[in-house]
């Protein structure tokens, strides 16, 4: 695989080398109003070397659980990092799993029998250069089993949920399979992590999916970003299955500049939320964009959040009252701005089809699991030298 492939996903990381930098700020706003958030406690956790957060996800005993990786073995590849800690945020116990190469969580989620799931990819196991890697971890942290997915090229994880049946559904992306540079991948397997079927989504160029949840008719909804189809550079990918892993429609959504979704949620009227970033529409450089679609994916409405700076939206749940939380990272003072009364250009919406003229993908990212809670690195790269710990917040809303 030639590295200009391997680094499509820039926002990512270079999935060759892992210099991955994740969560760089968190910003928590409350829809339909934006309320304040006051932070209850703030944790780091991890050794002399440096220690990435990438996932977190509160626990039925109101303790979290997060994942991402360690460079804790000396080596320069990290490993796969899981810290379940209680509801104060100390550590009850930590793990790490992966061998030589990099190896690295990206999601994580318990399950209904009280253990993990935790999504990812790996260097060290597997049949190509980077696999998908699928972890399940008892309660107590013990590894019950692991499995990987993917082809001779890279193919990695973002996200993963377990399923109604008891399996999980997986998505990621995938260069050893598929019709383009990269394609969406999206793995279902049985309650013992083996695949029970795999299928891509996309076109000649990148294509990824950001997340994915199973939806009320047993199929699936996937978010990502592509830059096979669309108005942009890059585009929101809006995938719809059925429970066989068949896209039923697809929807692409942005303008003339790079916009990825990054989170994706069934609303109570069947239809979709998602949040991502967008470049083409706000205020700023890129503003934290949030869509509201119909059942078929038409877009009901837009909405942009941020300031002059970088803003991203990474996590987006319906509240109770019907209104949306969303998590991300928000460099400036809030400001919000109606797409709908902006002086920019109309949304562009398109359904899949033709291959826009130009090139590589700018942006992807992660989505964290709670909307009130984070895991993330320290923002800046570092020096060589410099160590970097996973930094968890945990909020709660005012007002």
């Known amino acids: 695989m030639e590295s200009d492939d391997r680094t499509a996903l820039t926002n990512r990381g270079n999935v060759g080398d892992v210099s991955t ?116 971890f008892s309660a107590s942290g013990d590894t019950l089993w692991t499995r990987t997915f993917g082809g001779s090229n890279n193919d990695v994880a973002y996200s993963a949920e377990q399923t109604i049946d008891g399996g999980y559904i997986i998505t990621g992306y995938t260069y050893s399979f598929g019709a383009g540079s990269s394609d969406v991948y999206l793995v279902k397997t049985d309650a013992s992590g083996d695949s029970m079927w795999t299928r891509t989504f996309g076109g000649g160029s990148y294509d990824w999916g950001n997340s994915v949840q199973q939806t009320a008719d047993s199929g699936y909804i996937i978010v990502g970003g592509t830059i096979s189809y669309g108005a942009g550079w890059e585009d929101v990918y809006l995938i719809k299955t059925d429970p066989r892993g068949t896209m039923q429609w697809c929807t692409t959504l942005g303008g003339s500049g790079n916009d990825v979704g990054n989170s994706v949620r069934q609303t109570t009227d069947s239809g979709y939320v998602l949040a991502g970033m967008t470049e083409s529409f706000g205020a700023g450089d890129n503003d934290v964009f949030l869509v509201k679609t119909s059942a078929n994916g038409d877009t009901v409405w837009t909405r942009t959040f941020g300031g002059p700076g970088p803003d991203w939206g990474r996590s987006v749940q319906q509240t109770l009252d019907g209104g949306y939380v969303v998590a991300g990272q928000m460099w400036t003072a809030d400001t919000v701005q109606d797409m709908s009364t902006s002086s920019g250009p109309a949304l562009a919406v398109r359904h899949c089809g033709q291959r826009p003229s130009a090139a590589l993908a700018t942006t992807a990212a992660i989505t964290s699991s709670r909307p009130l809670t984070a895991a993330m690195s320290s923002p800046e790269p570092p020096a060589p030298s410099a160590r970097r710990a996973v930094t968890f917040i945990s909020s709660r809303p005012i007002g």
């Open 21 to 136: 930098h994740f969560l760089t700020a968190l910003a928590t706003i409350l829809l339909p109003m934006v309320l304040h958030a006051q932070i209850t406690f703030e944790r780091t956790y991890g050794g002399e070397a440096s220690d990435e957060g990438s996932s977190a996800w509160q626990t039925g005993d109101g303790g979290y659980v997060i994942t991402g990786a360690t460079y804790a073995t000396g080596l320069s590849r990290p490993d796969v990092y899981v810290v379940r800690t209680d509801a104060r945020g100390d550590t009850l116990w930590t793990r790490t799993l992966g061998d030589t190469c990099a190896d690295r969580g990206e999601f994580v989620q318990q399950t209904a029998d009280g253990g993990y799931i935790v999504a990812g990819f790996t260097e060290s196991f597997g049949a190509g250069r980077t696999d998908v890697y699928l972890m399940k």
